[in-house]
């Protein structure tokens, strides 16, 4: 049985289809299989994806503003702000204006919600490691870079 992630692409002849060696269907594919099992984790804690991705950002610079939360969450952002207030509401962070420019909102950590980023960050750095050992001839070592150099040419306002 086929993988779901992994379709099988030849062509007539037996040689690799368009699909099986795209670019964009690599890096969904692989982000899609390497992050099943550390989001399988992330929902035990009792949280959606989009939430994780708000307390890892948060974990490293907390007080940011929510637009900035919506692309690193990869989300839109009318509906991270309804995924904030229920946050908040479950006291893992709070909304606070922005000191310089009150009609910015800023997004902080509480003492719950930076406890769960701490042990989820931990976790997924040792996912992260288990993931890139996979990787045969220092590939791993050369991924990250790799990838943070495309992104950074592709869309400069993802720059952390």
Same mark, same amino acid.
């Given at each position: 049985?086929?993988?779901?992630?992994?379709? !099988?692409?030849?062509?007539? +002849?037996?040689?690799?289809?368009?699909?099986?060696?795209?670019?964009?269907?690599?890096?969904?594919?692989?982000?899609?299989?390497?992050?099943?099992?550390? *989001?399988?984790?992330?929902? /035990?804690?009792?949280?959606?994806?989009?939430?994780?991705?708000?307390?890892?950002?948060? *974990?490293?610079?907390?007080?940011?503003?929510?637009?900035?939360?919506?692309?690193?969450?990869?989300? +839109?952002?009318?509906?991270?702000?309804?995924?904030?207030?229920?946050? +908040?509401?479950?006291?893992?962070?709070?909304?606070?204006?922005?000191? /310089?420019?009150?009609?910015?909102?800023?997004?902080?950590?509480?003492?719950?919600?930076?406890?769960?980023?701490?042990?989820?960050?931990?976790?997924?750095?040792? !996912?992260?490691?288990?993931?890139?050992?996979?990787?045969?001839?220092?590939?791993?070592?050369?991924?990250?870079?790799?990838?943070?150099?495309?992104?950074?040419?592709?869309?400069?306002?993802?720059?952390?």
């Amino acid at each position: 049985m086929q993988n779901a992630t992994a379709p !099988h692409d030849e062509g007539a +002849e037996g040689e690799e289809g368009f699909v099986s060696n795209y670019l964009l269907y690599l890096l969904a594919a692989a982000s899609e299989a390497a992050s099943a099992q550390f *989001h399988a984790e992330v929902r /035990q804690k009792g949280l959606r994806v989009p939430e994780w991705r708000v307390l890892a950002w948060l *974990h490293d610079r907390d007080g940011e503003m929510i637009t900035r939360l919506a692309r690193i969450s990869l989300i +839109e952002q009318s509906r991270l702000t309804k995924i904030i207030i229920q946050m +908040e509401e479950r006291g893992l962070v709070t909304r606070q204006g922005d000191a /310089q420019d009150r009609r910015r909102v800023r997004v902080w950590l509480t003492n719950k919600g930076r406890t769960l980023a701490q042990g989820l960050v931990a976790d997924a750095r040792i !996912h992260e490691a288990q993931v890139l050992s996979i990787l045969e001839g220092g590939d791993g070592a050369r991924l990250k870079p790799a990838l943070s150099a495309l992104l950074r040419e592709l869309d400069p306002e993802s720059r952390g």
